[in-house]
């Protein structure tokens, strides 16, 4: 997460959303940057509206826009599963190593997802605290242009954006049993991610 207060602007880190690249092009210019304390860089809008907004409040005077990424679900959930699937991570509880992605979907859409299908939700990260989408502007990860251009507008700074953490390579297919259960099980992220097509 990055707060900009003069330009009044807090971005938030989806997860899998290039959200590291963009840290670190913007990073060393915003006024407050949660991305080294663990599980604080990913920070979900409703704890940021319960407990950080409150705080940003008392430095700006208008309440900030906020912005993030979201990725084609099915695209998503792949990054997570090939992500997971890095030789540092075999034999750790949370690696995906030798498990197919049916496997992987089938356990994320599973009452109790062991750890290694433990990812969230999209729509989750962005709702607030009844459920609704709390974010004023969201981009597609297919359209990284133009959330460059929005950035670059809104802070009046030129970037580019390199690439980091990126997931190892591996063939992704889904049967259409299990992408009908999750179409259905996690609709708002569908709905939310063809909501923005161009």
């Given at each position: 997460m990055m707060v900009f207060l003069k330009e009044k602007l807090v971005f938030f880190a989806t997860p899998k959303t290039a959200s590291t690249s963009i840290e670190m092009a913007l990073g060393p210019n915003?006024?407050?940057?949660?991305?080294?304390v663990p599980n604080a860089k990913h920070t979900p809008y409703r704890k940021y509206q319960r407990l950080l907004e409150p705080f940003i409040m008392t430095l700006t005077k208008d309440e900030p826009d906020t912005v993030a990424v979201i990725r084609e679900p099915v695209e998503w959930?792949?990054?997570?599963?090939?992500?997971?699937?890095?030789?540092?991570?075999?034999?750790?509880?949370?690696?995906?190593?030798?498990?197919?992605?049916n496997d992987f979907v089938a356990a994320y859409l599973s009452d109790t997802p062991p750890e290694f299908a433990r990812v969230g939700s999209q729509?989750?990260?962005?709702?607030?605290?009844?459920?609704?989408?709390?974010?004023?502007?969201?981009?597609?990860?297919?359209?990284?242009?133009?959330?460059v251009r929005f950035l670059q507008n809104r802070l009046n700074r030129q970037f580019t954006l390199g690439r980091a953490n990126q997931s190892p390579k591996a063939e992704i297919s889904l049967s259409p049993a299990l992408l009908s259960e999750y179409q259905t099980a996690y609709a708002q992220d569908f709905e939310l991610y063809t909501r923005l097509a161009p």
């Open positions: 915003c006024d407050i940057r949660i991305s080294k959930l792949g990054s997570w599963y090939r992500y997971r699937s890095r030789e540092e991570l075999n034999g750790a509880s949370n690696s995906t190593a030798g498990v197919s992605f729509a989750k990260f962005m709702s607030d605290k009844d459920g609704a989408l709390g974010l004023s502007h969201l981009f597609r990860y297919d359209d990284m242009d133009g959330l």
